[in-house]
């Protein structure tokens, strides 16, 4: 009777957090990915602002735990909140966005997710390897900080190096 109640109760845990995973939808698989782009770019433009592309799908539970991760994390959401502008590209069989990955140099090499930085006139600057951010089962909140400190615009700015 006891195996059967754990297994009662572990097949309602897995059924609830799988669930869960399924509510979460970052990712938009009829998005007009260039267009969204090119939207992007000019807000950053205007608010002196980064692009952060979080390449992946729905049906990634690594984007999902980056996500978790930035949006959660106070420090980390509000470093991101204020160096950047976030847009989750879709990669999925419902669209692969093939022309925007070919445009970025094709970062789907990677693995997903994968993170492309566009400096504020839509220009890439970095293709991140999520794998190196990764600690365990999950990320590494300090790696993930330093990511995107050193790729803010301050970071790669001349004049922060001025004397």
């Known amino acids: 009777m006891k195996k059967l109640y754990f297994l009662l109760l572990f097949v309602g845990l897995m059924t ?5 995973h399924e509510k979460v ?3 938009d698989t009829a998005a007009n990915a260039y267009n969204d ?3 992007i770019v000019k807000m950053a433009a205007s608010s002196q602002k980064h692009v952060i592309i979080m390449a992946g799908g729905n049906w990634c539970s690594w984007c999902l735990r980056f996500n978790e991760l930035i949006t959660t994390d106070s420090q980390l959401d509000s470093i991101v909140k204020a160096d950047y502008i976030v847009y989750h590209l879709n990669f999925s ?3 692969k966005n093939e022309a925007t990955f070919a445009k970025y140099g094709y970062p789907q090499r990677f693995g997903f997710p994968v993170f492309i930085i566009l400096d504020q006139n839509g220009t890439r600057i970095h293709t991140q390897n999520s794998g190196l951010l990764e600690e365990g089962k999950g990320y590494s909140r300090d790696k993930v900080k330093e990511f995107f400190l050193q ?4 970071a790669i700015s001349p004049d ?3 004397n």
């Not at 609830?16 to 869960?20: G, H, T, Y």
């Not at 790729?151 to 301050?154: A, T, V």
């Open 16 to 20: 609830i957090s799988f669930a869960q």
């Open 25 to 27: 939808k970052l990712y």
């Open 37 to 39: 782009i090119s939207n």
């Open 93 to 95: 069989k419902e669209n």
């Open 151 to 154: 790729w803010n615009r301050k």
């Open 160 to 162: 922060s190096y001025k």
